[in-house]
């Protein structure tokens, strides 16, 4: 597999911690998402590492077509 899979035509809306790390599912297969679980063992996509910076909100994309890993840019309203 090497084309994500569309976990949600809507973004993931999670409170962050500052300097904390969150590993993204990128695969659209995880169990967790938005966040990796392992299910991306059997494809050659990797999960992607968000560092939070400050604590707050941020909406991590559930239909891994972003141009902006791993948060939400939009491109799920181009979706069919």
């Known amino acids: 597999?090497?084309?994500?899979?569309?976990?949600?035509?809507?973004?993931?809306?999670?409170?962050?911690e500052a300097g904390k790390n969150y590993s993204w599912c990128a695969c659209g297969l995880s169990?967790?998402?938005?966040?990796?679980d392992g299910s991306h063992a059997?494809?050659?996509?990797r999960p992607k590492?968000?560092?939070?910076?400050?604590?707050?909100?941020?909406y991590f994309c559930g239909c891994k077509q972003t141009q902006s890993p791993s948060l939400c840019d939009g491109?799920?309203?181009k979706l069919t």
């Not at 169990?31 to 990796?36: D, T, V």
């Open 31 to 36: 169990a967790k998402q938005p966040f990796c």
């Open 75 to 77: 491109s799920h309203k």
């Open 49 to 58: 590492v968000y560092r939070a910076t400050e604590s707050k909100k941020v």
């Open 42 to 45: 059997s494809t050659d996509i």
């Open 1 to 16: 597999m090497s084309e994500a899979k569309v976990a949600s035509k809507t973004p993931y809306g999670v409170d962050v």
